[in-house]
């Protein structure tokens, strides 16, 4: 395998992931029969949990072609209340946009310039974690697929000492160094799944 072929690799093993996210959180969306109900997320209902995945797919197919954040805001429309709807258009957007798109093209976010492959790795890190919040908002099964965990894991801990920084995330939770990879995961991004 040469140096040229690396990136190809790494996409492909990426895009199967993203296929995958969708899918682990396309089956905690339709196990959704309360959309005000609480999540993990303290200050999100599950329609605020759902709505913010979605309107993240929104975004993907306008900044992969190319747009910056200020003209792809522009493109963007407001969800209707049929949520699952919503996902499904935009979940089908987003990967078809992704396998349309040069794993070493540069993305244009609001905080930096990424390739696309590292745009991949946050899109595929940032639903597999609400997946969870999902599931243990609905009462769905909480265990991930365990690739995911894998790959995800390889996202957020080189980024330990950054997340909570970020303000994206709560504080890290502690648990101990042999708990099931899930767990710190989880814990890395300041959730608890022994509650």
């Known amino acids: 395998m040469t140096d040229a ?25 339709a196990a959704v029969s309360d959309w005000d109900g609480p999540t993990p997320d303290t200050e999100w209902t599950v329609r605020d949990l759902v709505s913010h995945v979605i309107e993240e797919q929104q975004w993907v197919p306008w900044l ?32 078809t946009a992704w396998h349309d798109a040069r794993p070493e093209a540069e993305v244009n976010l609001a905080s930096d310039t990424v390739t696309t492959i590292e745009y991949l790795k946050e899109q595929v890190a940032d639903v597999t974690i609400h997946t969870w919040d999902l599931s ?37 939770v502690p ?15 300041g959730r608890d799944d022994r509650r």
């Open 5 to 29: 072929t690396l990136p190809l690799v790494e996409a492909s093993t990426w895009l199967r992931l993203q296929e995958r996210a969708h899918r682990e959180f396309s089956a905690r969306v």
């Open 175 to 189: 648990v101990a160094d042999d708990a099931p990879l899930q767990s710190r995961l989880l814990a890395l991004t």
């Open 136 to 172: 243990r908002a609905v009462g769905a099964e909480e265990n991930l697929d365990e690739e995911l965990v894998a790959a995800v894991w390889t996202v957020f801990e080189p980024q330990r000492d950054t997340l909570e920084a970020s303000g994206l995330f709560a504080s890290p």
């Open 64 to 95: 992969l072609s190319g747009l910056s954040t200020r003209q792809a805001k522009s493109r963007l429309r407001p969800l209707s209340s049929d949520l699952h709807h919503e996902w499904r258009i935009y979940s089908l957007a987003a990967t």
